[in-house]
T-cell receptor, first 115, second 113 residues
Framework: EAQVTQNPRYLITVTGKKLTVTCSQN?????MSWYRQDPGLGLRQIYY???????DKGDVPEGYKVSRKEKRNFPLILESPSPNQTSLYFC??????????????FGAGTRLSVL | GNSVTQMEGPVTLSEEAFLTINCTYT??????LFWYVQYPGEGLQLLLK?????DKGSNKGFEATYRKETTSFHLEKGSVQVSDSAVYFC????????????FGGGTRVLVKP
């Protein structure tokens, strides 16, 4: 079954304590990305990766890091979380090639609260 | 840059009522258009899509038509069910390989029995 798996699903942490949210996909997709969802703002892209070792900033990258050492994994790292990073986070993946047939698949989400 | 505007919710309906969620967009070129649905506690699922002008996407009784002249992609369903209660997101993506999805703010729909 095609899946994007994120962990953990829920996380409560304190300001400044480094954390990592993992994301893994089993579809051999080149393109992966992270979004955050906030009320009234829809989903905004944090970072994306076109392939292994290729990452780039999205619309709201401040305070986040990513890495893409393997094709299937794309972890999101918060080195020093702050309360304004309290949000619902989604990982997504799709094939890279241009065109319109490639559908983006989303993980189930990680709800993060930073106290 | 690209942007998507959709009507704010929440939209509250009775079962079997007609649902319309308006979506308009601003984009260069000819983007693909999507509707995603998010059920409570779950991630986003693709509901339907349209890739060129006048295309109609449809799925699970929902429909949306790509209207280039009005830059719109309104979502409709003729008879909603309680199980359609969810948040609906309109989105677009340009045609280049690296182009990201740009989302509207989401519309929460609540269908009452």
């Amino acid at each position: 079954e095609a899946q994007v798996t994120q962990n953990p699903r829920y996380l409560i942490t304190v300001t400044g304590k480094k954390l990592t949210v993992t994301c893994s996909q089993n579809m051999n997709h080149e393109y992966m990305s992270w979004y955050r969802q906030d009320p009234g703002l829809g989903l905004r892209q944090i970072y994306y990766s076109m392939n292994v070792e290729v990452t780039d900033k999205g619309d709201v990258p401040e305070g986040y890091k990513v890495s893409r050492k393997e094709k299937r994994n794309f972890p999101l790292i918060l080195e020093s979380p702050s309360p304004n990073q309290t949000s619902l986070y989604f990982c997504a993946s799709r094939e890279t090639q241009s065109g319109t047939k490639n559908i983006q698949y989303f993980g189930a989400g990680t709800r993060l609260s930073v106290l | 840059g690209n942007s998507v505007t959709q009507m704010e919710g929440p939209v509250t309906l009775s079962e079997e009522a007609f649902l319309t969620i308006n979506c308009t967009y601003t984009a260069t070129g000819y983007p693909s258009l999507f509707w995603y649905v998010q059920y409570p506690g779950e991630g986003l699922q693709l509901l339907l899509k349209a890739t060129k002008a006048d295309d109609k996407g449809s799925n699970k009784g929902f429909e949306a038509t790509y209207r280039k002249e009005t830059t719109s992609f309104h979502l409709e369903k003729g008879s909603v069910q309680v199980s359609d209660s969810a948040v609906y997101f309109c989105a677009l993506r340009g045609r280049a390989a690296g182009n990201k999805l740009t989302f509207g703010g989401g519309t929460r729909v609540l269908v009452k029995p």
